[in-house]
T-cell receptor, first 113, second 116 residues
């Protein structure tokens, strides 16, 4: 399973754009990159998943360079409610039974007023 | 759509006692996972079911942990006997294969276990 490295913590202010970068040097050809968000006392929540280039949904954007050895989660105009732990995961996304996602330590994002 | 239901929400037991957690996944989700999350760490996969069969339980401490999903729907995770280091949040998640690329796994809120 490809291992991921991401910053332990980040601080930001309301209204700013936040970019969290994840390194995954050993990503396999059929691996997807997935990001989850976790609030205290809740289970992780799926944010976005991508394979290459750029993916955007109503919550975030995911930028993946051509070599796919890293990825960046971009949160536009964060609010206090975006304070959470963000996990970067690499795997086949659970597409095939028998493959599961492995969580690392995550990045603790603190959004300040 | 109802989410993944877990109970109890909290449990406090003494070491060497037994405890069981229950999970009801989203209707129609064939794949079910149990994760253990120790405070300050990311979730660690314990076991994965596909319908009522075990797909992977390589990280399940089988000397004290057991899990079952008899009818391919609800699942229970049991610890017997519990140790202090089992204090953690136990998360259940489910997924639908055809939707997993767009929607990922859906997690429940977990059961917080404290072993004293």
């Amino acid at each position: 399973l490809a291992k991921t490295t991401q910053p332990i913590s980040m601080d930001s202010y309301e209204g700013q754009e936040v970019n969290i970068t994840c390194s995954h040097n050993n990503i396999a050809t059929n691996d997807y990159i997935t990001w989850y968000q976790q609030f205290p006392s809740q289970g992780p929540r799926f944010i976005i998943q991508g394979y290459k280039t750029k993916v955007t949904n109503e919550v975030a954007s995911l930028f993946i360079p051509a070599d796919r050895k890293s990825s960046t989660l971009s949160l536009p105009r964060v609010s206090l409610s975006d304070t959470a732990v963000y996990y970067c995961l690499v795997g086949d996304g659970g597409w095939n039974a028998g493959n599961m996602l492995t969580f690392g330590g995550g990045t603790r994002l603190m959004v300040k007023p | 759509e109802a989410g993944v239901a877990q109970s109890p929400r909290y449990k406090i037991i003494e070491k060497r006692q037994s405890v069981a957690f229950w999970c009801n996944p989203i209707s129609g989700h064939a794949t079910l996972y149990w994760y253990q999350q120790i405070l300050g760490q990311g979730p660690k996969l314990l076991i994965q079911f596909q319908n009522n069969g075990v797909v992977d339980d390589s990280q399940l401490p089988k000397d004290r942990f057991s899990a079952e999903r008899l009818k391919g729907v609800d699942s229970t995770l049991k610890i017997q006997p519990a140790k202090l280091e089992d204090s953690a949040v136990y998360l259940c998640a489910s997924s639908l294969e055809r939707d997993v690329l767009n929607y990922g796994y859906t997690f429940g809120s977990g059961t917080r276990l404290t072993v004293v």
